[in-house]
């Protein structure tokens, strides 16, 4: 069972952390006995691998980030990039997914998540394209099946208070309590990690979780693609 921590805890990455034994017991206690929600079974070409290779081949250039993924267990899951954990939101992205389904994904190790959009006609092809992070909704495919859609959001007062109450949070994944009413009170749960930003192209960047030091981890990747 995992512990209820009142407030986030930063993790010093030099140490020797077991971050993969803490992030399978959350995966325990996030994923029900049987999880109502089923992918669609449109889904990508059969070599996926082949997909994922091809769309970050042309990389260019190489950040580091940090992601968290946040949400209740029924609710559906959040993904927020920052620079750091105290500065604002690159891209806040809303996954037609509850919390569960994604965190059932991650219990093999491994979690590819692909969004795809399609670049509308212009009548001025020299007009530039806008950001990757402005893109309003993907369609979104989870280990190769096709899951729905990402949306893109605005910061709500609730993401502004859970992203301050975690800000010394450099790495981990827990349980925070939220004060509220409805589906706003109750156990929130996080995955932070730092993620290795890959600029492939305007039309393509990737996101790889860099696991802490010390654990041998999950396999984690974010792959955002315009065609």
């Known amino acids: ?5 009142d407030t986030p805890t930063s993790v010093d990455c030099g140490r020797e952390v077991r971050f993969r034994k803490s992030f399978r017991s959350l995966v325990e206690c996030m994923v029900p006995a049987c999880c109502g929600f089923q992918a669609s079974a449109d889904s990508l ?10 769309s970050s081949a042309s990389t260019t250039t190489t950040t580091t980030v940090t992601g968290t993924f946040f949400g209740y267990r029924k609710g559906r899951v959040s993904f927020c990039l920052q620079d750091d954990t105290r500065s604002s939101p ?8 509850p919390t569960a389904y994604l965190a059932k994904e991650m ?4 979690l590819r998540i692909a969004l795809e959009c399609c ?3 212009q009548i001025n092809s020299q007009k530039e394209r806008c950001s990757l992070f402005n893109v309003p909704v993907w369609t ?4 190769g099946r096709k899951v ?4 893109r959001r605005q910061m709500s007062v609730g993401d502004v208070a859970v992203l301050k109450l975690m800000q010394s949070v450099s790495v981990g994944a827990g349980v925070l309590p939220v004060a509220g009413t409805g589906e706003a009170a109750g156990l929130l749960m996080y995955l932070r990690a730092s993620f290795e930003r890959v600029v492939g ?3 393509s960047e990737s996101f790889h979780m860099l696991n802490p030091v010390g654990s041998s981890g999950q396999e984690l990747s974010i792959f955002l693609v315009r065609s």
């Open 140 to 143: 979104m495919y989870c280990n």
């Open 1 to 5: 069972m995992v512990p209820i921590m």
């Open 148 to 151: 729905g859609f990402a949306t």
């Open 90 to 97: 690159l891209i806040l992205l809303e996954f037609a997914i």
């Open 45 to 54: 070409a059969s070599d996926t691998d082949d997909y994922y290779t091809s």
């Open 201 to 203: 192209s305007v039309d």
């Open 107 to 110: 219990q093999h190790g491994l």
């Open 119 to 121: 670049h509308p006609r």
